[in-house]
T-cell receptor, first 114, second 112 residues
Framework: NAGVMQNPRHLVRRRGQEARLRCSPM?????VYWYRQLPEEGLKFMVY????????ESGMPKERFSAEFPKEGPSILRIQQVVRGDSAAYFC????????????FGSGTRLTVV | GQSLEQPSEVTAVEGAIVQINCTYQ??????LSWYQQHDGGAPTFLSY????GLEETGRFSSFLSRSDSYGYLLLQELQMKDSASYFC?????????????FGKGTRLSVIA
């Protein structure tokens, strides 16, 4: 059981480029959550997806950010035209059911915008 | 909406007991969770309380008082490896369509 797999672990992008972060949930889990974490801060919710559906995107900025979880393949968090303020750790978590409290988190992608 | 308050930092001695508090405000309430995160690592689930009282899992225990909107995580026989950040989390609605909201975390430093 490989757990939640995120890649890449580290990503460096220049301002204005696009960043694509991937997340494969635990086997059998169909609920995926993306969180952003700034240094010394908590986990801030961004978006909640099920296969082919966005359930809640209330925490995701309206511009430049998008997320998907296709029928086949990993969930993708996409950040267009990155800015320095996008530098953060992005964590993906998955759960078997939406009401579960025990999320399984991936190791995160650390995005640095230079 | 929801808000959670927990101390930003706590320092304790190896072998001692430490309590990390969490108060919350939610429009509804369906349980309090605790997660641990080591520096550079992934958050990992520790415990969950839906009902009032103490839940014990080895050296870690978690307590909930719904009437006080308050909970705590108790760590006993502290070890150096317990140095990490600890987050409380809630969901304020019972439906499966609301994700967990996390507090800002308490950084625990265990010293010799």
């Amino acid at each position: 059981n490989a757990g939640v797999m995120q890649n890449p672990r580290h990503l460096v992008r220049r301002r204005g480029q696009e960043a694509r972060l991937r997340c494969s949930p635990m086997k059998g889990h169909s609920h995926v959550y993306w969180y952003r974490q700034l240094p010394e801060e908590g986990l801030k919710f961004m978006v909640y997806l099920q296969k082919e559906n966005i359930i809640d995107e209330s925490g995701m900025p309206k511009e430049r950010f998008s997320a998907e979880f296709p029928k086949e393949g990993p969930s993708i968090l996409r950040i267009q035209q990155v800015v320095r303020g996008d530098s953060a750790a992005y964590f993906c978590a998955s759960s078997l059911k939406g009401e579960d409290y025990g999320y399984t988190f991936g190791s995160g992608t650390r995005l640095t915008v230079v | 909406g929801q808000s959670l308050e927990q101390p930003s930092e706590v320092t304790a001695v190896e072998g001692a007991i430490v309590q990390i508090n969490c108060t919350y405000q939610t429009s509804g309430f369906y349980g309090l969770s605790w997660y641990q995160q080591h520096d550079g690592g992934a958050p990992t689930f520790l415990s969950y309380n839906a009902l009032d009282g103490l839940e014990e899992t080895g050296r870690f225990s978690s307590f909930l008082s719904r009437s006080d909107s308050y909970g705590y995580l108790l760590l006993q026989e502290l070890q150096m490896k317990d140095s990490a950040s600890y987050f409380c989390a809630v969901r304020d609605q019972g439906s499966g369509n609301t994700p967990l909201v996390f507090g800002k975390g308490t950084r625990l430093s265990v010293i010799a």
